[in-house]
């Protein structure tokens, strides 16, 4: 009878209810939040659903030694973090976006590039206020990528500059990638009149098969001698771009636009919701990264917008650009882009600005990872 | 067919992974020496005597075991680094020490040479005749006074490939088995923030990249899409000539308005309506059951194996 007591005992001593504290507890609580979000607001899901359900799978109490844990060497977890952790699984994630992405709202008026450039303004922004909270540099530089709004550059980045701050960096970066739609709005509200925001913009010409062939080849060729620390996620962008256009590797693009980036998300959602314990997570740095990285979408998206009005300047009547198209010059494709069209048609039902904000939208995705090879450059 | 295809990609491949790794070790260099050992180093056998260090200045592991080291340019071979051997495997930015004791039988790493009458130092691949490295030991550190000083390249792997002169010297401190120059890992994110404290330099200059990509990137679409239209334009008049309807080349490629094509649907339909080219849907949607109950699962087709063939020779 004492034995099965004293088994009893010991098995207690294993489960999670006996090593659980408050700090667990609030861990999995902002798990359930991300699934609420993910599911029941629909929420960036394909981002929120993985990376809710991961922190609680980190999260869960245990003692050390069962090799379960993402950060016991050897563990399943542990095996699929390596993707993160060696920054595999971003330039992935990128080979997908190519493949996905239709560059030819860029290529019609690829003046629209500039947007996407000033966008960045948000990384270099949270940059210089990371430095005045006293982060080191290459802590600055990783916090700082969150303004690019791109989950995969943050991970990529942050993998290498700051790898004990890469939870929180990439959990920052997917929550506010998720909170655009609020985010934005009431800034291009206050930065545009009423007659900006009525502008409507050229319908795009065509583009010819040739020009969209060429552009990742050449946007690879140019970027990558400018910035050849960013040729990991440049690289697989341009190429999956360049399978995408060729019209002769169909079923690459497919796989690559398809299964590869599914099974890539699920993997990268997981391992870094999992990577978010407690221990690591709940720390006042965090907080400060969370702080941090919302200023630097807020500067991305008032760089974004006040960079239109000041390119309006300089165009003629009849070219000139809506500026609600200048929040999606950050890189959360479509996001961004879906934002301008709707709050364009709560001042116009009939001006779509869509294919219009996706132009600065996928210059933008250039443009974070052009500024994630540049910090990379400096600080790596 | 198939047969050659496969031979001719597993000769390349072959190819390109010898020439990878004759390329890595092509990246050793001959680092540091000391001649007069009379109280550095030792060795595991409590000797003091001379050495050399050689770097890997490639950033992938490279594998030494195999080539050749000799301090004669008359016989390439004279000592062989065993293969097999795992700490003959280099890890990137790594260094390797011999020692040049004479004594070949303690172990990889003791050479069949002395340096005190070596004239120089020479590291061959394993083909015995091309020279990864080769350097000549100055005579003045065979002297006495200069014991226990070592002469190498300042900078691991940087330098004149003679052995003297650009990127070499004599080292304030003897550094075998690591670096000659001290490397400071969080050097570079130190020294940006004591240079740039509030970061206005990176964001400045970081930005001015960004903008100068995407502005390059949109100056050569701009010419190429320019190039684009004019063609189109060209092509669009030459047809107009060809069917002379000079009219239809009047608007240029790219700039069609929303009102042409909706113009142009709506003559479409029109003309479809008109001529009656499109006969009235019932609009019921029937299914139709089928009893055959097609299954790749249940498919013969998936099988059945190909029949043997015997080849039978005549």
């Given at each position: 009878m004492n034995n099965i007591v004293e088994n009893l005992q010991q098995f207690w001593q294993y489960t999670g209810f006996a090593n659980c504290n408050f700090q667990y507890l609030i861990m999995i609580c902002i798990g359930l939040t991300f699934l609420y979000l993910g599911i029941k607001k629909e929420w960036e899901p394909m981002l929120l659903v993985p990376i809710g359900f991961g922190i609680i799978i980190g999260n869960i109490p245990l003692f050390a030694g069962?090799?379960?844990?993402?950060?016991?060497?050897?563990?399943v977890l542990n095996i699929l973090y390596q993707g993160v952790k060696q920054g595999f699984y971003p330039p992935l994630i990128f080979l997908g976006i190519g493949a996905m992405t239709d560059f030819s709202a860029l290529i019609s008026n690829?003046?629209?590039l500039l947007i996407g450039a000033a966008a960045q303004f948000g990384i270099f922004g949270a940059y210089a206020i990371s430095l005045a909270f006293g982060f080191d540099a290459a802590q600055a530089g990783a916090i700082g990528i969150i303004g690019g709004a791109d989950g995969p550059t943050a991970i990529f980045l942050s993998s290498r500059l700051a790898p004990d701050m890469m939870g929180a960096i990439a959990v920052s970066a997917y929550s506010y990638m998720a909170l655009v739609p609020v985010i934005q709005p009431p800034i291009m509200r206050l930065c545009t009149t009423k007659k900006e925001r009525l502008i409507r913009m050229k319908p795009p010409r065509a583009v010819s098969p040739t020009e969209k062939k060429l552009f990742p080849i050449v946007g690879f060729l140019l970027t990558a001698f400018i910035v050849p620390s960013g040729i990991p996620l440049l690289g697989m962008l341009f190429f999956g771009n360049l399978i995408k256009e060729s019209g002769v590797t169909k079923r690459l693009a497919n796989t690559a636009s398809g299964p590869l980036i599914d099974i890539v998300t699920i993997l990268i959602g997981l391992t870094v919701g999992a990577s978010t314990q407690a221990d690591q997570f709940l720390q006042l740095r965090s907080i400060w990264i969370f702080i941090i990285g919302a200023c630097s979408f807020v500067i991305a998206t008032f760089a974004g917008v006040l960079f239109v009005k000041f390119f309006n300047l300089f165009l003629k009547e009849g070219n000139?650009?809506?500026?609600?198209?200048?929040?999606?010059?950050?890189?959360a494709v479509p996001d961004a882009a879906r934002v301008s069209n709707n709050v364009g048609r709560e001042y116009d039902p009939s001006n779509y600005l869509m294919m219009h904000a996706m132009g600065p939208n996928v210059a933008g995705v250039i443009g974070s990872a052009v500024a994630a090879g540049m910090l990379l450059g400096f600080l790596g | 067919m198939m047969k050659n295809i496969k031979f001719i990609l597993a000769v390349v491949g072959l190819t390109l992974a010898l020439g990878a790794s004759a390329q890595s070790q092509g990246q050793m260099r001959l680092n540091e020496y000391l001649i007069i050992n009379t109280s550095d180093f030792q060795d595991d056998f409590g000797q003091q005597n001379s050495w050399f260090e050689i770097f890997n200045a490639s950033y992938g592991t490279v594998d030494i075991g195999g080539c050749y080291l000799s301090d004669d340019p008359n016989n390439l071979k004279k000592y062989a680094i065993p293969?097999?051997?795992?700490?003959?495997a280099i890890p990137p930015r790594q260094h390797v020490l011999f020692w040049a004791d004479n004594e070949p039988n303690h172990g990889t790493f003791h050479v069949n040479f002395d340096l005190k009458n070596a004239k120089e130092i020479i590291f061959t691949k394993g083909d015995g005749k091309s020279i990864i490295d080769r350097i000549v030991i100055k005579d003045i550190y065979r002297d006495s006074s200069k014991a226990n000083i070592s002469f190498g390249r300042l900078e691991d792997g940087i330098g004149s490939i003679t052995g003297d002169g650009e990127g070499w010297g004599e080292l304030a401190v003897t550094s075998p088995s690591t670096n000659n120059a001290i490397i400071d890992k969080a050097a570079k994110p130190e020294r940006m923030k004591s240079i740039d404290p509030y970061g206005w330099i990176m964001a400045v200059t970081a930005m001015s990249v960004v903008f100068v990509a995407l502005i390059l990137l949109y100056l050569i679409f701009k010419q190429i899409g320019k190039a684009n239209i004019k063609q189109a334009n060209k092509k669009s008049a030459n047809a107009a000539a060809r069917n002379n309807h000079p009219e239809a080349a009047v608007t240029p490629a790219g700039e069609v308005s929303a009102e042409t094509y909706a113009a142009i649907a709506t003559a479409l339909h029109l003309f479809i309506e008109d001529s009656e080219a499109h006969d009235e849907e019932s609009d019921v949607v029937t299914q139709r059951h089928t009893d055959r109950t097609y299954s790749p699962w249940s498919s013969k087709i998936y099988m059945l194996r190909q029949t043997p063939q015997v080849n039978k020779r005549n």
């Open positions: 069962l090799k379960v844990s993402v950060y016991e060497e050897g563990s690829p003046k629209l000139k650009i809506n500026p609600l198209i200048g929040n999606a010059g950050v890189s | 293969g097999g051997d795992v700490l003959t």
